[in-house]
């Protein structure tokens, strides 16, 4: 079971989304963590850290787990 990463917006980029998991440290990161590790998005290699992501996109990365992308339910 993926654990469920939630975003308040229509969609994330792949490396906000590896920051807000806390996967890395800042978004600058995302550069060198994708060109070492494998991060596979809904099954397909991307190493592409402005790939958008939408709710229940499922991102796959090496050596750390798996997460989907979720979406945060508004109380209003």
């Known amino acids: ?3 469920i ?3 308040d917006t229509d969609h994330i980029t792949l490396g906000q ?3 807000l998991a806390n996967i890395i ?3 600058g990161m995302a550069k060198v963590f994708l060109r070492e590790f494998d991060v596979y998005v809904n099954g397909e290699l991307d190493d592409r850290r402005g790939r958008k992501l ?3 996109d ?3 990365v090496e050596s750390v787990g798996t ?3 979720g979406q945060t339910t508004s109380n209003d």
């Open 1 to 3: 079971m993926p654990e």
């Open 5 to 7: 990463i939630e975003i």
């Open 17 to 19: 989304f590896l920051k």
């Open 25 to 27: 440290d800042s978004g």
């Open 54 to 56: 939408k709710v229940n």
């Open 58 to 60: 499922i991102v796959e």
């Open 67 to 69: 997460f989907q992308v």
